[in-house]
């Protein structure tokens, strides 16, 4: 079993030694194909997270909280909005320090009545 494996061995290096061109050549080639596939992989990624950044600046992922209902118009029905307990300063700053996603993360205070 041994000298089979040796004689695989001593062949596969005679044949290396005598086909140096295409072996150099196939080397290249394999090396080639991994540096491309690494440097596909690593700009997709870096797209990916690029376009996330871009989108998450613009807002695509902003939403709002507010302490009232939302006002929803069908028809000539309209009806006031409900209020519900002001949300505090700190408990915004609560939630702005749970909330664990790539984004941009911002709470403000409203000084006059909006809508």
Do not use: C, W
């Amino acid at each position: 079993m041994n000298s089979i494996f040796f004689e695989n061995i001593r062949i596969s290096i005679e044949s290396i030694k005598s086909h140096k061109v295409r072996t150099i050549l196939t080397i290249l080639i394999i090396s080639f194909g991994i540096m491309a596939l690494v440097g596909i992989l690593t700009s997709i990624d870096v797209i990916k997270f690029n376009l996330n950044q871009q989108f998450a600046m613009m807002g695509s992922n902003t939403f709002t909280i507010r302490n009232r209902t939302l006002m929803v118009h069908i028809g000539n029905q309209r009806s006031k909005p409900k209020y519900f307990r002001p949300i505090t300063y700190d408990e915004a700053q609560e939630f702005k320090k749970r909330y664990d996603f790539p984004s941009f993360v911002s709470a403000y205070i409203a000084t006059q009545k909006e809508g």
